[in-house]
């Protein structure tokens, strides 16, 4: 399984990102999909799971409303859309695969991890 996430960067506060997380080594059809995020000094989040058909998705009561997650069945790619970023949403974001017997979006819900993509919002 490998989880390849990119897509971070430095923006202003007010402005948007777009992560994307390409996926390989598994069957992208029967596994849910999260992102999360951890800034220096705290514990890691979920921001946001989306399940294996997109039919339910999660948001962090932080998030919602500004962020959007989506997946492309084709691609194997599952994304994540950032608006109206504020600087506590400066952390590195991780994606990850769900556990096939599980539906949450904790840490211990997931399985595998890719290598983070920082994110900073700073003037």
């Known amino acids: 399984v490998q989880l390849q996430a990119s897509g971070g960067g430095l923006v202003q506060p007010g402005g948007s990102l777009r992560l994307s997380c390409v996926a390989s080594?598994?069957?992208?059809?029967?596994?849910?999909m999260g992102w999360f995020r951890q800034a220096p000094g705290k514990e890691r989040e979920g921001v946001s799971c989306?399940?294996?058909?997109?039919?339910?998705?999660y948001y962090a009561d932080s998030v919602k409303g500004r962020f959007t997650i989506s997946r492309d069945k084709v691609r194997n790619v599952v994304y994540l859309q950032m608006n109206s970023l504020k600087p506590e949403d400066t952390a590195v974001y991780y994606c990850?695969?769900?556990?096939?017997?599980?539906?949450?979006?904790?840490?211990?819900?997931?399985?595998?991890w890719g290598k983070g993509t920082q994110v900073t919002v700073s003037s």
């Open positions: 990850a695969r769900r556990r096939a017997d599980r539906n949450g979006c904790t840490s211990r819900d997931m399985t595998y």
């Open positions: 080594g598994f069957s992208w059809d029967f596994y849910g």
């Open positions: 989306i399940s294996s058909s997109s039919s339910s998705t």
